[in-house]
């Protein structure tokens, strides 16, 4: 977990939005290897295990490495392209299979990838940040620049995951998925839909008459 990123975390209980307080116990670099997080409105702590923080409500084994996800640097690119990952700036996260082309992005784009759970086995390098999360993702508001998700989300998950995404950020999702609201679609083909993210409605303005 890159010490920077986790700025961007929020605690994934239902109470106000806190951030987390980490304590490392091993360090690679800049990146937290081996620690906890802690919320200091609910006191949860949350394990760093090999780069990964898992931040379920309820933990339990991550899945298993899928067989039929292989990388693909060809679709690394295109992802790259989708999410708009041209510069350094930020973060994007990459959601269950689409982790698995996080090194051949790597090769195309410098964006540091959260990699929101991951396979087993699938090594946090330089770069990026290993996550677990179940009810929703757990991030500060609009701090994600991108964010690709795999057919094991569901829509509502979906949609409260919009949320983490910065207007104008690029949001990647199954051709099969419904097209939520908060997002005006950019392309779509027969594999997945791109879309942008809508910045939120500002609040009504008082119009008073001027004197002279």
């Known amino acids: 977990m890159f010490i920077e990123l986790v700025d961007s975390l929020r605690c994934p209980h239902p109470h106000e939005e806190s951030w987390l307080v980490a304590a490392a ?7 937290i290897m081996e620690g906890v997080l802690g919320c200091p409105v609910c006191k949860a702590q949350f394990r760093i295990t ?5 931040l379920r409500v ?10 039929a996800v292989a990388r693909d640097p060809e679709q690394a690119m295109r992802l790259a392209a989708f999410l708009h990952l041209s ?6 996260a990459l959601v269950g299979e689409w982790t698995a082309h996080a090194p051949d992005i790597q090769t195309v ?4 990838l959260l990699l929101v759970n ?5 090594t ?8 677990l999360a179940d009810a929703r993702l757990p991030v500060a508001a609009g701090s994600a620049r991108g964010l ?3 057919q094991d989300v569901g829509a509502d998950w979906l949609a409260s995951a919009l949320a983490g995404v910065q207007a104008g950020g690029r949001v990647v999702a199954p051709a099969t998925m419904p097209l939520p609201s908060g997002v005006t679609e950019l392309a779509r083909d027969a594999a997945v839909w791109v879309a942008e993210r809508a910045p939120e409605p500002s609040g009504l303005v008082s119009l008073g008459r001027g004197g002279r």
């Open 25 to 31: 116990d091993r360090m690679d670099g800049r990146n």
């Open 50 to 54: 090999q780069g990964v923080a898992d």
């Open 58 to 67: 309820t933990p339990g084994p991550r899945r298993a490495a899928a067989p």
């Open 87 to 92: 510069d350094g700036r930020g973060y994007a």
């Open 109 to 112: 784009a410098e964006t540091h």
């Open 118 to 122: 991951p396979p087993a086995g699938l």
């Open 124 to 131: 946090i390098a330089a770069g990026t940040s290993g996550l």
């Open 148 to 150: 690709a998700v795999d």
